[in-house]
């Protein structure tokens, strides 16, 4: 472990170096960020300009859903997103050779060699506007409450990653996977919305086969509290370990059919 973590905080140093080496991009990528997340909350303050509830959630609930929704996509951009995304050009390039020769867990380089730091100053925003709406709710969660909901929101984000990480890892198959994994990024805003307003086959689909509804629903329900049986916990938990065991098979199965595209 001890490795591992020294190994990780390299990483870290040659991310921030990089970021450092480009901080336009860095900047005006924290702004453009913060600009989307400002049109979502408008857009639903818009609404909420014409009726106190949707599928029986308010105004301020709806508010803390879209921030626990913004928190939990930008900490999987800081720590994921570039590296799934960038798989693909490691096995076109034959890359991915180098990774794989290193004596360390060749999915935790590939996972994590990268590191958005910009997601982080995004995530700290989504905080603030969860802890904004709580005290417009009048809400005072004690320290149970507020670890659950943070242990949720690292399932949450295990969950993406695993489902993520298989997409990418159809780059074995195919020339370029980037296609398929902004795919399933942009299927994020589903997330923003009350699992409440979805019925029949849609609602089904986003929760079990793409569990994008109770990523950011359950923690929320847990501090609102809105949480009507805690088996909406126990599918979130269990649908992340499924997942990331899933995740786990298929990397091996990848791996077993790389031919090396540098040889």
Same mark, same amino acid.
């Given at each position: 472990m001890?490795?591992?973590?020294?190994?990780?905080?390299?990483?870290?140093k040659?991310?921030?170096t990089?970021?450092?080496?480009?901080?336009?991009n860095?900047?005006? +990528?924290?702004?453009?960020?913060l600009?989307?997340?400002?049109?979502?909350l408008?857009?639903?303050?818009?609404?909420?300009?014409?009726?106190?509830?949707?599928?029986g959630w308010?105004?301020?609930?709806v508010v803390m859903l879209?921030?626990?929704?913004?928190?939990?996509?930008q900490?999987f951009?800081?720590?994921?997103?570039?590296n799934c995304?960038?798989?693909?050009?490691?096995?076109?390039t034959?890359?991915?050779?180098?990774?794989?020769?290193l004596p360390?867990?060749?999915?935790?380089?590939?996972s994590?060699?990268?590191v958005?730091?910009g997601?982080?100053?995004?995530a700290?925003?989504?905080?603030?506007?969860?802890?904004f /709406?709580? /005290?417009?709710?009048?809400?005072k969660?004690?320290?149970?409450?507020i670890a659950?909901?943070?242990?949720?929101?690292?399932?949450?984000?295990?969950?993406?990653y695993s489902?993520?990480?298989?997409?990418?890892?159809?780059?074995? +198959?195919?020339?370029?996977?980037q296609g398929?994994?902004w795919? &399933?990024y942009n299927?994020?805003?589903?997330?923003r919305?009350p699992?409440? /307003?979805?019925?029949?086959?849609?609602?089904?689909?986003?929760?079990?086969?793409i569990?994008?509804?109770?990523?950011?629903?359950?923690?929320?329900?847990?501090?609102?509290?809105?949480?009507?049986?805690?088996?909406?916990?126990?599918?979130?938990?269990l649908?992340?370990a499924?997942?990331?065991?899933a995740s786990?098979?298929?990397?091996?199965?990848?791996?077993?059919? &790389?031919?090396?595209?540098?040889?």
């Amino acid at each position: 472990m001890k490795r591992y973590l020294s190994i990780y905080a390299a990483l870290w140093k040659n991310s921030v170096t990089r970021e450092l080496t480009f901080k336009t991009n860095f900047l005006l +990528w924290i702004v453009v960020e913060l600009l989307w997340f400002s049109l979502q909350l408008t857009f639903f303050n818009v609404i909420y300009l014409h009726t106190d509830h949707i599928a029986g959630w308010t105004r301020w609930e709806v508010v803390m859903l879209i921030g626990t929704s913004h928190l939990i996509q930008q900490l999987f951009q800081s720590f994921f997103l570039i590296n799934c995304m960038n798989l693909s050009d490691l096995v076109r390039t034959g890359k991915l050779d180098f990774l794989l020769l290193l004596p360390v867990n060749s999915r935790f380089v590939i996972s994590l060699r990268q590191v958005d730091l910009g997601g982080f100053v995004n995530a700290s925003t989504a905080v603030a506007v969860i802890i904004f /709406a709580a /005290a417009k709710m009048g809400l005072k969660p004690g320290a149970g409450e507020i670890a659950g909901f943070v242990a949720l929101v690292l399932v949450g984000i295990t969950l993406h990653y695993s489902l993520m990480f298989i997409l990418a890892s159809i780059s074995f +198959w195919t020339v370029r996977a980037q296609g398929i994994v902004w795919g &399933y990024y942009n299927l994020f805003q589903v997330a923003r919305m009350p699992d409440a /307003a979805f019925q029949g086959t849609f609602r089904a689909f986003f929760t079990f086969v793409i569990p994008m509804l109770l990523v950011s629903n359950v923690p929320v329900k847990l501090l609102t509290p809105k949480l009507s049986s805690p088996l909406e916990i126990f599918c979130l938990v269990l649908l992340a370990a499924f997942a990331f065991i899933a995740s786990e098979i298929f990397w091996r199965f990848s791996l077993r059919r &790389y031919t090396s595209a540098s040889s």
